[in-house]
Structure formats: C-alpha cells, structure tokens
C-alpha cells in the first residue's frame, strides 16, 4: 500500500494568498496550482500502482440529466491561514442524475474545487463512488511538458502524533448516503458527533502526496435558480469598468427591468443579474443566485468599501444617463461576486469585487481626449537597490468612460519638466506606444501590466516625473490628455491642464486608500510598505508611502 506522512499544521507555499480581486486578461481558474501548496506531506513507498493504471481524463461535463443543488457541510483538512488544518467547511455543490442510474458529483473535495466530476452509481442507499479515481490533471513544472495526475482516494490512518499523520492509500468505495428528504450524508468514522481523522477521502497526486481530504460530508438539498432573460430579449453590447480595464457584458431592456450578462467574469462568468429602472436610477437588488463554481454558491451582493472593510448592502443604486447610455454610482459602492450571502471574507480571497464599477454601451470614436493619467506611487530608493520605483494608471477609455483603441494610444513622460526623448542611445523617442516594455540600463526600466505603468528610475536625484495620454487618430489627429505631475519634493500632484493653469491638489482629505507595489488594495495595518492614496474633496488624488514594521 501507498503511505502518506502529513506534517499537521505546517506552512504552505502558496503564492496567491492575496486577498486582492484578479485584474483583467488573468485565468479565470484563479486557484494556485496544487504543485505551489508544499504540504509536507510525502510518500514512503511507491506510489498505488491501481491509481497509474486507471489515468483517464477527468470528467469535465457530466451527461444529461437532473441537476440537483446541496449546501455542503464537511469536516477534514482545509487550507487555513497558511496551513493546512482538520477543521469545518462550508459551501455548495450540484449532483447529475442521469437516466440509467449513474450521478456525477461536481467538486467533490470540499478542500479543492477542481470543476470537475466523481462518477457514482445509484443504489437502494445511495451514490456508490469507486477510489481511486482520477479528478484533475495540471501541468508538471518540473517536468516541461508533463502532467501530474491527481486522484480522489481513501486513506486510512496508520500512525498519528501531535505533529505528524500518516495515512494509506486503500482500495475501497465511499457510499453517500441518500435519507428520505433527499438529504446526503457520509462520514467514513462512523461516528456522526464527532467525524475523526482515522479515515478520508482525500485529493492526492499520482506520486501519493496528500493535499486535501474530507472525513465527513453533510448534503441538504436547495432550491436555488439563476436569473434568465425573456424568451427573445434583444442584448446589446456593453462594458463594465473596475480596477481600470474594461471587459465585455451584455445588456437587455425589458420595460422597467434590466438584465446584465457577465457582470463577474472571474469566477461566475456568463450569469445574469436582475435591476429595476426608476427614471434615472438603476437598482440591483442583493442576494441574487450566480453559479455553482469550485464547490461554492456564488451570489451577486451591493456592498460598501471603507477602511479596507467590505459591508454587505441591500442593493446598488446607479445613475443612470440615457444620453450617453452610461450607469455610474457613487464612490465607494461595489458590486460582489461572493460565495456566502452573510458575510465577505476580509481574510479568503474567495470572492470577486467590482469596485466603484461603470456600465457603458460599447462603440468605437476615434477622437476622444482620453482620461488623465493617475498617480499611483513613488519610493525613492526603492529598497535600497539605487533606483526608484513610480507607478501610473493609464486607462484606454476617455473621461466619460468611452473606450478607446490602444494602438492609436501612446504616453509622454517628463522627468525633472525635461520631456524623455533619450531613452535608448541612438533614440529620440518621445511618444511610448500603449503597452510599451522596454530597459535603458543608464536611465529607467518602463513596463505596463495592463492599465500600470511601472517605471524603475536609476536618477538618484529625481524631483518630479510627469506623465501624459496621446490619443492620435487614423487621420492623425491628435488629443492629449492633462499632464499629471508628481512633485517629490513636495509629495504632491499637480495636474497640468491644455490652458496652462496648474492645480495643486486640495487639502481635504475625504476617503484613503492602502495599494501594496503591485498597485493593489491591501490591509493597511499589516507589515510592509504600502502606497497610501487619498482623494480630496476637490476630486483630486495624492500619495505618500508607509514601512508597516
């Protein structure tokens, strides 16, 4: 047999333990791969020859039938604040039952949503599933271009201590059990009080390493349906901004209500939610059923962001222009893609926020000013490496939020009032194209992830850096955007407008904001140097830089 040592409570290696929301043209599968989350947990003998000589795919779409969704209650090893923890889980998932008595269980490890599925067969007690058998399949990345196999099983205890588990990979079925209320039950122990370690049903790869398991599951059946259009509902096309990009939604009128596609294209994509129109007001209402994704509900919620704290609202209220077919809403209102109705995780990046969000109906004019360029963060030295770190938002759109074609955009930067027009020797570049990646190892690196522009500056006496939007149509005219200049000196900004007045950013400081390097929000009371962004009452924005210790 296969034996499994797992070290209790050890520290995990995951590298996307953020708690930020992911920006655009990032996987929709947002979960580390399993190889990042190094659980100690190892083989002392070869791995389970039946688990090798069984590799097939995973089922990623289950056949026709009845779906069915359940609330799920489990007790087992979960990944908890880095380590990996015997405790409770909470969530939902769906079961397919099919005409000729099979039933396929979506995300059957609570620890792990892989969106794929365990095929079982129906009996007088329940769904009989037969372990192992293969669940998921991800990139070798020791091995280019090989695969690591990954397998739901039953492990049974062999040895335990208060550091250290050792389980065994069996050959045996796991039957969950249906009741008479159509409610499903297993717990491997025995013991419905208290499920206990002494057996699992657990995730682990084709060379036997543990990574999750579930000595217990509790199903109770619910009665959840998404939101549909009307037969025949004409869509068009529109945008939602957040986070600085734009991606693609669909929208349709029906009188008074208003249907959006898409809004959550991360972890619920191609749901819809509802709204009320009431003259110029559009209403989302909290609460409204997404998807069944990675072993949770997804539910659409309103909710406020102040003090780095997500607060749960009974519904968003846009404004909303008919003339220029665009719906805003005041600053600090959100739109969450969330697995639980009751509360938004400060801790678990399991949810998706849509921050200060704008919907606006899709099309192309090629001669729009574009948006001002917004000051992110400057460190001067950046830790102590001899060079300085300053970020901008380039956003691709105009101030009213009308998009705009990437290749007719392009940024000039000002270091010092100098225009750059020297950046590779030889070079009298002065306009960046949009998206621009490139090194003059006597000058600066400049780089854009998306909508951020990062520049490392090697000028150990920088007293300002001023960058600008260029918007040059096919016919080659071309519209600027305001110069915004960040003062060193005086940690300020300054936006240098087309007539020449200069206006140096208020004093009223009415929201504040704490973005980590990367230019995501982040928890301000915790260790590091954070950017911390306020606006002023006079809409204007500026920076100043924090060491948490």
């Given at each position: 047999m296969n034996k499994i040592t797992l070290l209790c409570g050890c520290l995990l290696a995951c590298f996307?333990?953020?708690?930020?929301?992911?920006?655009?043209?990032?996987?929709?599968?947002s979960r580390p791969s399993l190889q990042s989350l190094e659980l100690n947990a190892r083989c002392v003998n070869s791995p389970?020859?039946?688990m090798t000589t069984r590799a097939e795919e995973p089922i990623y779409e289950a056949p026709e039938g009845e779906k069915v969704l359940y609330?799920?209650?489990?007790?087992?090893?979960?990944?908890?604040?880095?380590t990996l923890q015997f405790g409770k889980r909470e969530g939902g998932i769906s079961i397919v039952y099919t005409e000729d008595g099979e039933a396929y269980i979506r995300n059957p490890v609570a620890g792990w949503g892989t969106n794929t599925y365990l095929r079982g067969t129906m009996t007088d007690e329940g769904i009989e599933v037969t372990l192992p058998q293969l669940i998921d399949v991800e990139p070798d990345f020791e091995n280019i271009g090989g695969t690591i196999l990954f397998y739901a099983a039953v492990m049974k205890c062999v040895d335990s201590s208060d550091d250290y588990v050792t389980y065994e990979v069996v050959e045996e079925n796991v039957t969950f059990l249906i009741d008479a209320e159509g409610n499903i039950s297993f717990n491997l122990s025995g013991n419905d009080q208290t499920p206990n370690k002494d057996i699992i049903m657990g995730l682990c790869d084709d060379q036997g390493r543990l990574f999750f398991g579930d000595a217990a599951q509790y199903l109770t059946k619910v009665n959840l349906s998404n939101i549909t259009p009307p037969e025949g509902l004409e869509l068009e096309d529109w945008q939602l901004y957040a986070y600085g990009e734009?991606?693609?939604?669909k929208v349709g009128f029906d009188g008074e209500d208003i249907y959006l596609r898409n809004f959550d294209y991360i972890y619920a994509p191609g749901t819809w939610v509802k709204g009320k129109i009431d003259g110029d007001n559009v209403t989302f209402e909290s609460g409204q059923f997404l998807a069944e994704e990675y072993g949770y509900f997804y539910y659409f919620l309103a909710a406020t962001f102040e003090n780095n704290l997500y607060a749960i609202e009974p519904s968003i209220t846009f404004q909303y222009s008919r003339e220029k077919n665009m719906m805003k809403v005041p600053e600090g209102q959100c739109m969450v893609s969330n697995p639980r109705l009751s509360s938004i995780s400060n801790n678990y990046p399991d949810y998706m926020p849509y921050d200060d969000p704008v919907i606006k109906k899709s099309g192309f004019i090629s001669s729009y000013v574009p948006a001002n360029p917004k000051f992110i963060g400057f460190v001067?030295?950046?830790f102590e490496m001899g060079m300085n770190y300053c970020e901008f938002h380039l956003y691709p759109y105009s101030e009213d939020y009308d998009?705009?074609?990437?290749?007719?955009l392009s940024f000039r930067l000002y270091i010092n009032d100098e225009l750059v027009d020297n950046f590779s020797p030889g070079s009298d570049m002065t306009d960046f194209p949009y998206g621009f990646w490139g090194e003059d190892p006597n000058l600066m690196t400049i780089f854009q992830l998306g909508t951020n522009l990062v520049m490392y500056l090697y000028d150990r006496n920088i007293k300002s850096i001023g960058v600008q939007l260029i918007n040059t149509t096919p016919e080659g005219e071309e519209f600027e955007s305001a110069l915004v200049i960040y003062d060193v000196t005086t940690d300020s900004v300054i936006i240098d407008q087309e007539d020449g007045v200069e206006m140096l950013l208020g004093d009223d400081v009415v929201s504040s904001e704490c973005y980590d390097l990367n230019g995501l929000r982040c928890d301000p009371t915790s260790k590091g140097l954070h950017i911390i962004v306020e606006r002023h009452s006079d809409g204007s924005i500026t920076s100043r830089k924090v060491m948490r210790r």
């Open positions: 996307a333990a953020s708690a930020q929301p992911m920006l655009p043209n990032q996987k929709t599968d389970l020859n039946v609330e799920r209650t489990s007790y087992g090893y979960y990944y908890e604040w880095d734009p991606h693609n939604i001067d030295f950046f998009p705009i074609d990437t290749s007719q």
